[in-house]
């Protein structure tokens, strides 16, 4: 099929409140991703950065501040920025350069240095910002608009806070046995009831933490893998970067309204499931051909609307899913297989990248005691705030 | 902070977005500058009022002190505020606020019919930040 690149490298710094910088973690994970190719630095064509956010000009140019870190060596150089679906806008970029045949090899890092507690806005006054306005006038912080999504669930399709729970036991036991996880410990649904309320109703171990974390990917033409020896490389198929339609009528973080449907009928499917069906088409793939899937589990509510939106199940069934165990280990279509942001945190220009990271290790069959049998097909799902889609789709 | 967000006192407290001339889209918080109906040619905005009262779309609340600029006394106990999430029938959009203080999670549910007020968002020596709040009307229906 046209189209495709070859993940011929994955690699990743662990994930935890390290205290270091994010430059650190992001060459960590490019020199793994690297030797895992086999390749060496002056061998990239390309380096792509998915940019972290802060205070003073590295971190939005992230792409140019991990090729200083590695070495000048007069690569081609982008930085993108794209809220949590950064990393999957890097991958896009990478994957169009190759596509285009602008470079054999692509170089994409992600890293992320998170402050403590809630994620806040840039500092000022600036009320021409969305993100700036819902913290000022509302208080409205990321875990109450998660505890929106969960309290909405339970009253329309009858989920329980036992259900979300559920979605953490399963996940952090997941997270136990990878090493590149922050949360390493198996997670008892009475720990996770006995946790604080954050926002009602979900609690502490409902929700994710924020984390220092770096993924890498080498991506390059299926030419090139082959030329190198590698004949039946991972290949990404899809990458599905796509926006909201008109009006958008499900309230998205940051914002403080919905679109109005006075005057235009919203599409029959929401923004989520419309991210995952762009990367199905690209890829001619549905549901049903996956093996494995890793979904963005910002709270546990959450990971079973993902299930909904990438078409795994019906709508409202998502808790049944989980329940029937069909995302678990060994269920028809497991999910998180990596431990999710639930073992990660969130390490926002990484988190994209280390799911197709975790994908490539899958469908190599190298996941240890993680690895989905037979994996052939997977998809990642992510949203990026301010309407940006992210959803990857590996196959072997 | 927010000009022309809201409008009135008592009873006749309202929101105010803006309506497209062209395709009679409605927007909140206003958008003065150009209809974002990807299907309209585009028309002059007009302020509206919104519709004063609607039903509970969701709610949650803030169990922990959210980040500036959010304005809080650190020297006070935290003291959670509850958030709703309202729809408004006759514009069909989802508008979110606080709750009027004293109402918490345990006071609402999803269908249930709130109406807009005006609250205080905090004050200091020199000003009243006003806003908007919900506050339930006590039918459920
Ligand atoms: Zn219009």
């Known amino acids: 099929m046209t189209g495709e690149v070859a993940v011929l490298g994955a690699g990743m710094h662990p994930w935890g409140k390290w205290g270091r910088g994010f430059v650190e973690y992001g060459v960590a994970a490019a020199r793994a991703a690297l030797a895992d190719a086999g390749l060496e630095w002056r061998d990239v064509g390309s380096i792509v950065g998915a940019d972290t956010v802060r205070g003073g000009y590295p971190g939005y140019v992230a792409g140019a501040t991990f090729a200083r870190a590695l070495g000048w060596q007069g690569a081609r150089v982008a930085s993108v920025y ?130 220092d974390g770096g993924a890498a990917l080498v991506l390059s033409s299926l030419e090139f893998a082959r030329r190198r020896g590698v004949t039946e490389p991972v290949r990404i198929r899809a990458v599905s970067t796509v926006t909201p339609t008109y009006p958008n009528t499900v309230l998205d ?144 | 902070m927010v000009a022309g967000w809201f409008a009135g006192d008592g009873d006749d407290f309202t929101l105010l977005g803006t309506r497209c001339s062209a395709c009679a889209s409605v927007f909140f918080p206003r958008e003065d500058g150009w209809c974002r109906n990807p299907g309209c040619a585009g028309g002059d905005l007009a302020e509206i009022p919104l519709s004063r009262r609607g039903r509970v779309w969701s709610y949650t609340d803030s169990r922990y002190r959210p980040p500036s600029p959010y304005v809080t006394d650190p020297e006070l106990p935290w003291e959670p505020y509850t958030l709703i999430a309202v729809e408004l029938a006759a514009e069909r959009i989802v508008v979110l606020g606080q709750a009027v203080p004293g109402v918490t999670v345990a006071d609402l549910a999803v269908g249930a019919e709130v109406e807009v007020v005006a609250g205080v968002l905090h004050e200091d020596g020199e000003t009243v930040w006003t806003t908007w709040q919900w506050r339930p009307t006590g039918v459920t229906a």
């Open chain 1, 82 to 211: 794209a809220a949590c679906a950064s990393g999957a806008q890097a991958v896009a970029a990478a994957r169009a350069q190759i596509l285009a045949g602008l470079a054999d090899v692509v170089l994409v890092v992600g890293a992320d240095a998170a402050p403590k507690g809630f994620f806040r806005p840039a500092g000022g006054d600036r009320p021409d910002d969305p993100d700036w306005l819902r913290f000022r006038v509302l208080g409205a912080t990321n875990p109450t608009y998660f505890g929106l999504y969960a309290r909405r669930r339970m009253a329309v399709h009858g989920d329980t806070v036992e259900d979300f729970a559920q979605v953490k036991v399963k996940n952090s036991a997941l997270g136990a046995l990878n090493p590149y996880a922050r949360y390493r410990k198996r997670v008892s649904a009475d720990e996770v009831a006995a946790s604080a309320v954050v926002a009602d109703p979900l609690r502490l171990l409902d929700i994710c933490a924020t984390s």
């Open chain 1, 253 to 396: 973080l940051p914002d403080i309204a919905t679109d109005s449907a006075a005057a235009a009928e919203p599409a029959t499917e929401t923004f989520r499931a419309s991210i995952a069906r762009a990367a199905y088409e690209e890829a001619g793939v549905g549901p049903e051909d996956l093996s494995l899937a890793e979904v963005y589990d910002l709270s546990t509510a959450l990971e079973l609307q993902w299930y909904e939106d990438l078409g795994l199940c019906g709508e409202g069934e998502g808790a049944k899913l989980l329940r029937e165990g069909a995302t678990a280990p060994g269920g028809r279509i497991p999910v998180n297989m990596s431990g999710g942001l639930a073992s990660f945190g969130e390490a926002v220009p990484a988190q994209a990248i280390a799911q197709v990271c975790e994908l490539t290790w899958q469908l190599r069959g190298e996941a240890g005691d993680r690895q989905v049998e037979h994996a052939r097909v997977g998809i990642t799902a992510n949203q990026g705030l301010f309407g940006h889609g992210s959803a990857v789709i590996a196959v072997r």
